[in-house]
């Protein structure tokens, strides 16, 4: 069982960076996937990655903003948020997932396919 810890969220103002880290007990062969969930709303799929690094998509409210990526030596994936907006302002969960239960798509977007959660960080993005 894979245990995941994030870290690196804080309140920023919009229009500047954040980049949020998920270090991982064991994540070679998860995939990965963040999550976030703003105060009475639904949780939303944000970015997923595959185990190999060299498959990702995003939810489309952060395309071209966000960027997931994972550093093996570090077991560790990121969330690199540019551009932040006062609607990114949510909690963001990090997800795990063994790889042979992962499918190639954009249903790796939804939570509901991920058996391995962090605690959460939170970001508050002000105008």
């Known amino acids: 069982q894979v245990r995941l810890v994030e870290s690196g969220g804080g309140s920023v103002q919009a229009g500047r960076s954040l980049r949020l880290s998920c270090a991982a007990s064991?994540?070679?062969?998860?995939?990965m996937g963040w999550f976030r969930q703003a105060v009475g709303a639904e949780r939303e799929g944000v970015a997923r990655?595959?185990?190999?690094?060299?498959?990702?998509h995003y939810t489309n409210d952060v395309k071209g903003r966000f960027t997931i990526s994972r550093d093996p030596a570090k077991n560790t994936v990121y969330l690199q948020m540019n551009s932040l907006k006062p609607d990114d302002t949510a909690m963001y969960y990090c997800?795990?997932?063994?790889?042979?239960?992962?499918?190639?798509?954009?249903?790796?977007?939804?939570?509901?396919?991920?058996?391995?959660w962090g605690q959460g960080t939170q970001v508050t993005v002000s105008s």
């Open positions: 064991d994540y070679t062969r998860y995939c």
């Open positions: 997800a795990a997932q063994e790889s042979w239960r992962c499918s190639g798509g954009l249903a790796m977007l939804e939570g509901r396919n991920y058996a391995y």
């Open positions: 990655i595959n185990h190999n690094g060299d498959i990702t």
